[in-house]
């Protein structure tokens, strides 16, 4: 006899299912045994189950592919919500297998008892809870399916006494549906949207991930038009390498370039892009986007000419009907402002890199000044990851350093909570990330207050042999909430982190330790931690007074930033 248990397993394994990741508990002890006499399987047992959705979240991304975490009872389920959320924003598909209390003790306040149906009906595109073998193996199906097709998370809960019971001897394994139909945008549209560009001097393109599987097309439209080609974060991966076209990022992480790409543009073309920061926008100019996702389109800005469909094959039907443009003023001008702004970060990736401090601009913070550069630090770590390495990066100031100075070179991959948002994702994703491949080489940026909140998972880095390279920026500070204060004119406050000597604790779990103060010791430290071959944390003391300029900073910012320095130093006790 089968059980409800081990079909599911089953299912997943045929799937192609590799991993899941969770907490062993009560209700899914039936599941979990059935993960340990299914040798495809590989159970990942975390220390907080916000970690093993974060790892499932980033696996789903990396791969396109179902992922699945686990979480038992009440809290067990509860402490996957923040993952799953990441999922979510990611539209990453993800399968949340929870627990729940006995059938008959269902809906009367029993110990642990949540409602996950309600719990998770913001976070899933399907969420149901098993209460019959006769709905399976349908509610199975239907769970991968929701997950794949509406790449979303899917949340299937089982009562504590349903993975135990046996199901009819001729119960078929359920199968999931992962293919999806591409779609091309209506002639129509297309030639609407092609008039108006040709009808336009000055073209500027905002690409995003979505775009990523049309690396050839979206050239191919940049060099047509003569277009500056403004990228997303996360379009970083795949469009960024040999790219004579990419002025790099809009927004905080941004540069002048981009300003003046879309100061300069007519027409505005986005394909692929979700972009939110509305301020960062340009204004009174005439829009295309190309979405897969007809929902997107028009919610950043207006929309002149909605384009619905698959980035690749939108192009490819779109660049025959598009004239040719010689006039590459605009496109020569954001190139050189953006290769001198390069040009000018490469300084910070020297040791003996001197920058003085100027007026009250800087204040003596736990002798700031003397601390590594988190630039230098980014800079290096570049210079000598492998050219297929998988990065991940805390929220913050952690992920401004990577956009500013880790290149998306040869086949290296990227994944954060970019949409979302939270803090401590870094270090679960790389996790995930190491778990679908051992022998490839995983860097996380990690903030100190993201890696702090869930560092008891540097245990399931060592416990399971997962080689990870956690890099940690070791600032002392909530440095993006810092910024943000100071922004506006607040002194910084509650933004300080009491940190302790983190090569220490990762020694202290069996992880390999290495701690940098001296901007010299930077490279010497990260290639001892990208030559050892098992889980290391690399702890680098930098400076909490480096700071990010907009593309265009505005003079509210500036006299914000100046009223909160002076704050500081008036208010410091030195």
């Known amino acids: 006899m089968t059980t409800v248990a081990e079909l599911l397993i089953e299912a997943l394994a045929e799937h192609g299912v590799t991993q899941v990741w969770g907490v062993v508990g009560d209700a899914l002890n039936p599941v979990t045994d059935a993960i340990r006499r299914e040798d495809r399987i590989e159970w990942v047992g975390v220390r907080h189950e916000e970690v093993a959705a974060f790892a499932a979240s980033a696996q789903a991304q990396l791969t396109d592919r179902l992922a699945v975490c686990m979480g038992t009872v009440g809290p067990g389920a509860i402490h996957l919500l923040n993952g799953l959320y990441d999922a979510k924003k990611s539209h990453a598909p993800v399968l949340a297998i929870c627990g729940q209390v006995p059938r008959e003790e269902m809906g009367s306040d029993f110990f642990q008892e949540v409602d996950n149906d309600a719990l998770f009906a913001d976070v899933s595109v399907f969420c149901k809870t098993v209460t019959s073998i006769d709905q399976l193996p349908g509610l199975i199906e239907q769970a991968g399916n929701a997950a794949l097709q509406a790449r979303g998370v899917a949340v299937l809960t089982l009562p504590g006494d349903v993975g135990g019971l046996d199901l009819p001897k001729d119960t078929a394994v359920p199968r999931f549906v992962a293919e999806r139909p591409d779609q091309q945008p209506g002639p129509e549209a297309l030639r609407a949207a092609a008039d108006a560009i040709n009808a336009g001097e000055r073209v500027t393109l905002l690409v995003g991930q979505g775009a990523r599987h049309a690396r050839a097309e979206v050239l191919q439209l940049a060099d047509r038009l003569a277009a500056p080609m403004v990228l997303t974060l996360k379009a970083k991966e795949g469009l960024e390498h040999d790219n004579p076209f990419e002025v790099g990022q809009s927004g905080l992480i941004g540069n002048h370039a981009s300003k ?28 295309v986007q190309l979405d897969v996702r007809g929902t997107h389109i028009g919610r950043r800005t207006p929309v002149d000419h909605p384009l619905v469909g698959d980035a690749r094959l939108g192009l490819a039907a779109l660049l025959p009907l598009l004239d040719a443009r010689t006039d590459r003023t605009l496109l020569d001008k954001a190139r050189s402002s953006y290769d001198d702004w390069r040009e000018r970060q490469q300084h910070f990736v020297d040791p003996d890199y001197d920058q003085k401090p100027v007026g009250l601009l800087r204040r003596k913070v736990d002798n700031a000044s003397d601390r590594v550069r988190p630039e230098l630090l980014a800079g290096i770590v570049d210079r000598h990851a492998a050219h297929d390495a998988v990065f991940t990066s805390d929220t913050g100031m952690s992920t401004v350093w990577l956009s500013r100075f880790v290149r998306m070179s040869g086949t290296r991959r990227l994944v954060g909570s970019y949409n979302l948002g939270s803090m401590a994702n870094a270090m679960p ?69 009491h940190n302790p000597d983190f090569a220490k604790v990762a020694e202290a779990v069996g992880m390999r330790g290495i701690r940098v103060e001296d901007p010299h010791d930077v490279e010497a430290g990260v290639l001892a931690m990208l030559d050892h071959p098992g889980p290391v944390l690399l702890d680098v003391l930098t400076n909490p007074d480096e700071i990010v300029i907009p593309p265009k900073p505005t003079l509210k910012q500036g006299w914000g930033f100046a009223i909160a320095k002076t704050r500081e130093f008036v208010d410091s006790p030195e």
């Open 260 to 287: 003046i790409a879309f100061d300069g543009c007519d027409v505005l073309v986005l394909v692929g892009t979700d972009f939110p920061y509305k301020d960062f926008l340009p204004t009174g100019k005439v829009v």
């Open 429 to 497: 994703q790389a996790l995930g990330a190491a778990g679908l491949d051992r022998d490839r080489q995983v860097i996380a940026f990690c903030g100190d207050g993201g890696l702090s909140m869930l560092m008891g998972d540097l245990i399931t880095a060592v416990s399971h042999e997962l080689p990870v390279k956690l890099v940690v920026f070791d600032n002392g500070r909530l440095g993006m909430v810092k910024l943000e204060m100071e922004q506006v004119g607040l002194p910084e406050f509650g933004t300080v982190l």
